[in-house]
């Protein structure tokens, strides 16, 4: 049962509410057991399917995204996504996007064969591409350890 509210919610994009009608639960309870699974789904599989890499992998993904795409000095490609809130408390305009809604933004980065390689969720909706690439796990990971590559063969 846990498990299908959290499908539901995910493969459709019904609310909290449309679920706690369909199911006799209360939303604040539907929340809590869609937010539990959610993490729980994360923290199993985060591991397999987003581990860390180490500089080779980095590399190699780099060598691949040339081959495949001709893009030289590459080590993959980056899109957001704006997903509708309601407006937190106290929050000012930090959520308030360009679309003139209230927004936080999902950033992914992929390899050259669609695969995730990072993701950084829950940066403020008027927040610029450039500052959430700043903020993210991923920037702060290379701006301590730059990565030596040039075009598509690594630098010794």
Not at 91 to 96: T, V
Not at 115 to 130: H, K, R
Request: aromatic share 12%; proline share 2%; charged share 25%.
């Amino acid at each position: 049962m846990i498990l299908l509210f959290t499908c539901r919610n995910l493969a459709t994009g019904n609310s909290f509410h449309s679920l706690h009608y369909e199911y006799l639960l209360g939303v604040t309870t539907v929340r809590k057991i869609v937010r539990d699974t959610c993490e729980a789904i994360w923290e199993c599989l985060r591991g397999r399917f987003m581990s860390q890499k180490c500089e080779k992998d980095w590399l190699r993904t780099g060598d691949e995204f040339c081959e495949r795409t001709n893009f030289p000095n590459c080590l993959g490609a980056v899109d957001g996504k704006h997903t509708r809130v309601c407006k937190p408390d106290d929050s000012g305009s930090l959520f308030f996007n360009y679309k003139n809604l209230f927004s936080k933004v999902l950033t992914a980065l992929v390899d050259a064969g669609y695969c995730f390689i990072s993701i950084y969720v829950g940066a403020y909706g008027a927040s610029s591409d450039c500052n959430i690439c700043k903020n993210s796990n991923f920037c702060k990971k290379f701006r301590r350890k730059p990565l030596k590559y040039s075009g598509s063969k690594a630098v010794a």
